[in-house]
C-alpha cells in the first residue's frame, strides 16, 4: 500500500514543481521590480495627501516595522491556531486596508493621519498572513518544493503590498471609481482563492493512498490563475504608471526602460538557475552573501543614476535591475530553506519575514539618502541595517526541541 501511494505523491510533486516554477518567476520579478520605484511613487502619493516624501517614507516604515510585529506573534504564539484561518485573516485586512485607502485617496480624505493608521492596519494583515502561509508550507520536507512555494508566496505579497496603490491613485483620478469597483472584485476574489494550503497538495491531509479528485484539483489550479491574474494586473499596470517618472527622473524613455526590466528579467532568471546550482555544492551562505552585496549595490545605482553622464544612465538602470531581480529572486528563499532545514517546528520560518520587513526598511531608507535634508534617515538606516542582521541571526540560531508538539503540523506526503 505504500508504494501504491508514493507514485502518485511524486507525480503530483514533479507536476506542481514544474506549475509553481511558471508561476513564480513572474510574479516575483514584478513585484520586487517595484521596490525600485519606492521613492517615486511616495513623492506622488505625498503630494496627494499634502506631506512631505520623507514623512509617508516614515508612515512605510511603520507599516513595515508593524508587519514585523505581526510576523513574529504569529511565530511565538498563533501557529498552535489554524494556519488557514490566519491566512484568511490577515487577506482580508489587506485588501480592506488597501481599498479604504485608496477611496479615503480619491475622495480627497486621505490625510497623513488616515493614511498612516490604515497602512499600519494593512501592515499588520501583511505579518499575519506572510507568516501564516510560510509556516503552512514550510511543513514540506521537500527544500525543491519549499523554495518555489516560498517565493511565490513572497512574490505575491509584494504584489499587494507595492503595486496596488500607485495605479489605483493615478486610475481613479481620471476615470472615477470604477476601476475601484474591478479591484475591489479581483481582491475579493483573491481574498477567496488565496488560502494557499490547498494549492500543490500543501496542507491537504488526505491518505498517501487517495489521490485528489478533479473537482479539486481544478479548484486549487482555477485559484492559483485568479490569483496570478491580480498579480498581473496590479504589476503592469503600476510599472507603466510609475516609469514615467523614473524616466523623466534619469533622462529615458518607458519603452526603453520596459526593454531593460525584461533584460533584467532574464538575467535573474539565469542568476537563479546559477545560483540554485551553486548551493547544491557549495552550501547555501556564500549564494546569500552574494545576494546581499548585488542587493546594495542595485539600489545604490538605481537612486544615483542621475548623477551620471547621460551616455552612461541606460547601461547603469540595466546593471541595476538585473544586479536587483538575480538578488530579490535568491536572497529570501535561500534564507527560507536554511531556516526550513534547520527549525523541525518551522516557528523560524514564520518568524523570519520580520527580517525582510527591515530589509524593506533599509531600502527606504537608503532612497530616502539621495535627499539633502536626510539625515536623521541615515541613522535609522543603518539601524534597520543591524536590525536587520540580528534577526537573521536570530531566526538561524533558533532551537527548539524538536519533540514539542506543534498543533496542526501533519505530516505531508510527496
Known sequence: METNGAAPAVERTKRHRWLFLVAVIPA???????????????????????????MLLMVGSVELLAAGVASLCVGMFGLGRPTSTLLKAGLATICFANVALSLALWKGAGGLAVTGLLRLLAGLGEGVAMSAALARIGRSPDPDRFFLLNQFVVGLFAMLTFSVLPPLMGVAAHFGPAPMAIFALLAGMALCGLPLARLADVGDHRPDNAAPTASKSIGRHAWLGIGMVFCFVTGFTTIYASWGRLGAHVGLDVDRLSASLAQGALVGLAGLGAMTLAARRIGLFPPMVICLVLLVASAFVSTHASLLPPGFRQAAIQVAICTEQVGSLIMSPLLMTVLALRDPTKRAVAIAPLATMSASIAGAMLAALVDRHAGPFAIGWAASLLYGCGLVLLALTWRRSPATPVRGNRPQAI
Open 28 to 54: 516575483a520579478c514584478l513585484g520586487f521590480s517595484n521596490l525600485i520605484l519606492l521613492p517615486l511613487w511616495t513623492e506622488a502619493m505625498a503630494a496627494g495627501i499634502g506631506a512631505s516624501p520623507q
